[in-house]
C-alpha cells in the first residue's frame, strides 16, 4: 500500500512560483540593461545581446516587455531609483558636514568608475547624448530624473547654508543645476581619457567657485 501521508518540507525559501520566475527573469533583464546601456547606451545595444547574456529566449522578450522603448524605460526607472538611492546615502548622512557629503559623493563616484575600468558612464548621461533619436517619451522621463537629482542636492545645500558653509544669499537651486551639468560632462571626459582626471578638475573648481 503506498504511503500518502505527505512527508514535510525541508526548511529553506519556499518553492518557486511561475509568478516569482516571471519577477526573477523580469529583474534579471533589468539589472542586465543597466549594466549594457551604461556602457554602450540604448541605439547601439540590441535586445538579442541582452537575452544572449541572461539565456532569456528571444521569443520571450516579449512576455515582459510590450517594447524595447517599453524596456529602456523600465531600465532607465531602476537605475534612477538606484542612483537616488547612493544619493541619499551621501547627501543625507548627517556625520559629515553638507559639503563634505558632496565631496564624498564624488569620492566614492571615482572609486566606482574606476573599478569598471571607465567603460561605465552614467545611465541618465548616457541616454541624455541620444535623446534627439530616442522615442519622445525618454525626453521627459531624463528630465524628472535631472530634477529629482537636483532636489536632492538643492536641500543638501540649503542645509549647507544653514550650517555656516554657504552664504544666505546662495541660490542652492542654481547651484545643484550647476553642479549635474558639469558632473554629467566629467564623467562624460573621464571615460574618454579613461582616469579621474575631469572628476578631479570639476569638483575642485566647483567647490572654489562656491559663494562666500
Same mark, same amino acid.
Given at each position: 500500500?503506498?504511503?500518502?501521508?505527505? !512527508?514535510?518540507?525541508?526548511?529553506?525559501?519556499?518553492? @518557486?512560483?511561475?509568478?516569482? +520566475? +516571471?519577477?526573477?527573469?523580469?529583474?534579471?533583464?533589468?539589472?542586465? /540593461?543597466?549594466?549594457?546601456?551604461?556602457?554602450?547606451?540604448?541605439?547601439?545595444?540590441?535586445?538579442?545581446?541582452?537575452? @544572449?547574456?541572461?539565456?532569456?529566449? !528571444?521569443?520571450? &522578450?516579449?512576455?515582459? &516587455?510590450?517594447? !524595447?522603448?517599453?524596456? /529602456?524605460?523600465?531600465?532607465?526607472?531602476?537605475?534612477?531609483?538606484?542612483?537616488?538611492?547612493?544619493?541619499?546615502?551621501?547627501?543625507?548622512?548627517?556625520?559629515?558636514?553638507?559639503?563634505?557629503?558632496?565631496?564624498?559623493?564624488?569620492?566614492?563616484? =571615482?572609486?566606482?568608475?574606476?573599478?569598471?575600468?571607465?567603460?561605465?558612464?552614467?545611465?541618465?548621461?548616457?541616454?541624455?547624448?541620444?535623446?534627439?533619436?530616442?522615442?519622445?517619451?525618454?525626453?521627459? $522621463?531624463?528630465?524628472?530624473?535631472?530634477?529629482?537629482?537636483? =532636489?536632492?542636492?538643492?536641500?543638501?545645500?540649503?542645509?549647507?547654508?544653514?550650517?555656516?558653509?554657504?552664504?544666505?544669499? $546662495?541660490?542652492?537651486?542654481?547651484?545643484?543645476?550647476? &553642479?549635474?551639468?558639469?558632473?554629467?560632462?566629467?564623467?562624460?571626459?573621464?571615460?574618454?581619457?579613461? /582616469?579621474? /582626471?575631469?572628476?578631479?578638475? &570639476?569638483?575642485?573648481?566647483?567647490?572654489?567657485?562656491?559663494?562666500?
Amino acid at each position: 500500500m503506498t504511503d500518502m501521508t505527505a !512527508k514535510p518540507r525541508r526548511p529553506g525559501r519556499p518553492p @518557486k512560483t511561475a509568478r516569482a +520566475d +516571471d519577477f526573477d527573469t523580469r529583474q534579471a533583464l533589468i539589472r542586465c /540593461g543597466v549594466e549594457v546601456l551604461t556602457e554602450q547606451g540604448f541605439m547601439a545595444t540590441g535586445i538579442d545581446s541582452i537575452l @544572449k547574456r541572461v539565456g532569456v529566449p !528571444k521569443g520571450s &522578450f516579449y512576455h515582459y &516587455f510590450a517594447s !524595447k522603448e517599453a524596456y /529602456g524605460l523600465e531600465v532607465l526607472a531602476s537605475y534612477a531609483e538606484y542612483f537616488a538611492r547612493r544619493l541619499d546615502r551621501w547627501l543625507l548622512d548627517d556625520t559629515l558636514s553638507p559639503l563634505e557629503r558632496v565631496a564624498g559623493f564624488v569620492q566614492h563616484s =571615482r572609486v566606482s568608475m574606476a573599478r569598471y575600468a571607465y567603460r561605465r558612464g552614467c545611465l541618465v548621461g548616457n541616454l541624455g547624448q541620444e535623446v534627439g533619436m530616442l522615442p519622445e517619451g525618454f525626453r521627459d $522621463a531624463l528630465e524628472r530624473i535631472f530634477l529629482d537629482w537636483q =532636489r536632492r542636492l538643492c536641500e543638501c545645500f540649503d542645509a549647507a547654508r544653514q550650517a555656516g558653509e554657504l552664504p544666505v544669499h $546662495a541660490d542652492c537651486r542654481e547651484l545643484a543645476a550647476y &553642479f549635474w551639468i558639469g558632473w554629467e560632462g566629467a564623467v562624460l571626459r573621464a571615460r574618454l581619457v579613461q /582616469g579621474d /582626471g575631469p572628476l578631479n578638475t &570639476f569638483i575642485t573648481g566647483f567647490l572654489r567657485g562656491l559663494p562666500r
